[in-house]
């Protein structure tokens, strides 16, 4: 089973990108997916998930600015990214959801190698 995100970049503060995860060699339709990030010494948290039946939750820091969405058929889960700011600035990461807390990386068995997005003032 492997993840693979892309889609990052460089962008001005204000501006927008939508990131990518394909999955493949296996079928993530009945898995929650979550995206994480991580900023330059700093651990990795929560972004959001998107869970099979179609619920999604949101870091507060990202709500509002962020939507998740899948397309189940592509084996695909997107990110919309709007309204960026300099703090968004991380590598950004695709996760299967195992168990457990949504906001633990724990709780996720299978990740992506991560996508840098970095914001400029």
């Known amino acids: 089973v492997q993840l693979q995100a892309y889609g990052g970049g460089l962008v001005q503060a204000g501006g927008s990108l939508r990131l990518s995860c394909v999955a493949s060699?296996?079928?993530?339709?009945?898995?929650?997916m979550g995206w994480f990030r991580q900023a330059p010494g700093k651990e990795r948290e929560f972004v959001a998930v998107?869970?099979?039946?179609?619920?999604?939750y949101y870091a507060d820091s990202v709500k509002g600015r962020f939507t998740v969405s899948r397309d189940n058929a592509k084996n695909t889960m997107y990110l919309e990214m709007n309204s960026l700011k300099p703090e968004d600035t991380a590598v950004y990461y695709c996760?299967?959801?195992?168990?457990?807390?949504?906001?633990?990386?724990?709780?996720?068995?299978?990740w992506g190698q991560g996508t840098l997005v970095t914001v400029s003032s």
């Open positions: 996760a299967a959801y195992r168990s457990g807390s949504r906001y633990y990386t724990n709780s996720y068995n299978y």
């Open positions: 060699g296996g079928t993530f339709s009945s898995t929650g």
């Open positions: 998107r869970w099979s039946d179609g619920g999604t």
